[in-house]
C-alpha cells in the first residue's frame, strides 16, 4: 500500500508491505530494495522524492509498536459501536 503523508516539517510518500514481500523483493531487485540495519529502503525512489523535495519511506509492521496497535484495535472497537 502507498500512501501520501504530511508532516509539520516535510511531506512525502510511504510504502506499506510485509517483511516477507520485501524479502521477496530484494530477491528479485536487489538494486531496488535493500535492509539497512532494522529498515527497508528503496535508494532510488528516496533519491526521486528528495529531487522535489519529499521524502520516501518503506513501512513494515516489525515497526509498530505492539501498545500502539493493541491502542488502536481497542479504540477501533469502541468508535465502531457507537
Sequence with gaps: MLGVVGFQNHAG????????????????????YVKDGERWR???AE??????GLT????????LNETFVAN????????HNL
Design 13 to 32: 510518500w510511504e510504502e506499506w508491505r510485509t517483511d516477507k514481500r520485501m524479502q521477496d523483493l530484494a530477491r528479485k531487485s536487489p538494486r531496488l
Design 72 to 79: 488502536y484495535e481497542f479504540i477501533k472497537r469502541y468508535y
Design 42 to 44: 528503496c535508494p532510488p
Design 47 to 52: 533519491e526521486f522524492a528528495a529531487s522535489y
Design 56 to 63: 520516501f519511506v518503506i513501512r513494515t509492521p516489525s515497526e
